[in-house]
Nanobody, 122 residues
Framework: VQLQASGGGLVQAGGSLRLSCAAS????????VGWFRQAPGKERESVAA????????YYANSVKGRFTISRDNAKNTVYLQMNSLKPEDTAVYYCAVDRWSTGTVASRVDYWGKGTQVTVSS
């Protein structure tokens, strides 16, 4: 599975961005798919994820109510809608596929996409 993330950029605090993660090579409709982020000097952390069945979603407490993960299986694409962005959301964002687990643990991720930079100015 190859993953291509896009949609990052520079935005002012309070603004919105939508990240996209397109998969090729194999459909990920039966896998857990997640978004992670890594800020300078910090560990990579889970932001949001879909369970392998697509019936359950996970959000980090820091983004609940502001971020929404969604997927379009027909396009083999997962999205992360980010609203009410804050400077502390600044990080490189990665999409990830986890074939056997929840999509929320970095050490269990099987495939990573290249990151996309999100910068939120105050």
């Amino acid at each position: 599975v190859q993953l291509q993330a896009s949609g990052g950029g520079l935005v002012q605090a309070g603004g919105s961005l939508r990240l996209s993660c397109a998969a090729s090579g194999r459909t990920f409709s039966s896998y857990a798919v997640g978004w992670f982020r890594q800020a300078p000097g910090k560990e990579r952390e889970s932001v949001a994820a879909f369970s392998w069945s697509g019936s359950a979603t996970y959000y980090a407490n820091s983004v609940k109510g502001r971020f929404t993960i969604s997927r379009d299986n027909a396009k083999n694409t997962v999205y992360l809608q980010m609203n009410s962005l804050k400077p502390e959301d600044t990080a490189v964002y990665y999409c990830a596929v986890d074939r056997w687990s929840t999509g929320t643990v970095a050490s269990r991720v099987d495939y990573w996409g290249k990151g996309t930079q999100v910068t939120v100015s105050s």
